[in-house]
C-alpha cells in the first residue's frame, strides 16, 4: 500500500517537474520552430516570443531549476539509470539556455535570459537544449516503463 502511494506521488512530481520545465523552456522551443521555419524559407516573425522573454526572463532559471530537481526527485524511486540520464539532460538543458549563446558578459546573464534571442538561435545551444530534453525523455521513459 505504502510503496503504491510512494510510486505514485513520484509520478506526479516528476509530471510537475516536466510541465513547469516546458514551461521554463518555452523561448528555446520557440526559437527552434522559427529556425526551422526560416530554414525552409517561411520568414516567422519571432514578436509573440520576444515579448514572451521579457515576460518569463525574470524567474526563467529559477523555474529551470526547481522543475529540474522535481524530476530527479520523481525518479529517486526508480533507480539510478534515471536519475543520472536526468541529471545530465538536465545540466544540457540548463547550459543551453544560460552558459553556450549567450552574450559575454556574465553579469548580466546570471539576472535572466539577457543574452537569449529566439530570433538568432545558435545551433549549438539548440543541439545541446534537445539532446538535454533526450535525455529527460528517455530517463522518464526508462522509469516508467510497464514490465
Known amino acids: 500500500m505504502f510503496s503504491q502511494l510512494r510510486a505514485r506521488s513520484s509520478s506526479w512530481i516528476s509530471a510537475v517537474g516536466v510541465v513547469i520545465a516546458a514551461i521554463s523552456c518555452t523561448v528555446m522551443i520557440a526559437a527552434t520552430v522559427i529556425g526551422l521555419l526560416g530554414v525552409i524559407g517561411i520568414r516567422a516573425s519571432a514578436e509573440f516570443a520576444d515579448k514572451f522573454t521579457q515576460l ?16 530527479v526527485i520523481g525518479l529517486i524511486p526508480r533507480g539510478r539509470i534515471p536519475i543520472a540520464l ?21 553579469a548580466a546573464d546570471m539576472t535572466g535570459m539577457a543574452g537569449m534571442s529566439t530570433t538568432a538561435a545558435d545551433p549549438v545551444s539548440l543541439a545541446m537544449f534537445w539532446l538535454g530534453v533526450a535525455g529527460i525523455g528517455s530517463a522518464l521513459i526508462i522509469a516508467y516503463q510497464h514490465k
Request: hydrophobic content about 55%; glycine content about 10%; proline content about 5%.
Open 56 to 71: 518569463l526572463s525574470p524567474i526563467a532559471q529559477p523555474l529551470l531549476v526547481v522543475s529540474l530537481a522535481l524530476i
Open 86 to 106: 536526468a541529471l545530465s539532460g538536465g545540466v544540457l538543458v540548463y547550459l543551453s539556455m544560460f552558459a553556450v549563446g549567450s552574450s559575454s558578459t556574465g
